[in-house]
């Protein structure tokens, strides 16, 4: 449930860093609601990731909860910011993904 749980807080912090990038391509009223999405997502992501760290070592909740979240931000960039997509970019984001793996499966918990 904890692994559960740590995912889903990673994907509230893709969802928190996208409501910054969307809150800076807008402007008044909408602005104020993207950054009162990016509040919201924000606190779930950490409530989220402190539940987890309650079961699952720090260093490898950490690691994989900030992994989570560097490669789907990197993803939205990608597919929803059109930032470039290159393949030294996708080169890292797919060498992320798989540490992530990794520290799954060498996980204890």
């Known amino acids: 449930m904890s692994w559960l749980l740590l995912v889903i807080g990673g994907l509230f912090e893709v969802a928190f860093a996208s409501c910054l990038g969307k809150a800076k391509e807008t402007a008044g009223t909408e602005m104020y ?17 402190m539940k987890a760290t309650q079961e699952l070592p720090i260093g490898t ?3 994989v909860w900030t992994g989570i979240g560097a490669v789907g931000t990197a993803l939205v960039g ?7 997509a290159t393949f030294w970019r996708l080169f890292f984001i797919t060498t992320l993904i798989g540490s992530i793996i990794g520290l799954k499966a060498v996980s204890h918990s």
């Open 33 to 49: 609601i993207w950054y009162g999405a990016f509040l919201i997502c924000l606190i779930i992501s950490m409530l989220l990731l």
């Open 61 to 63: 909740a950490y690691a």
């Open 78 to 84: 990608i597919f929803i910011f059109k930032d470039p």
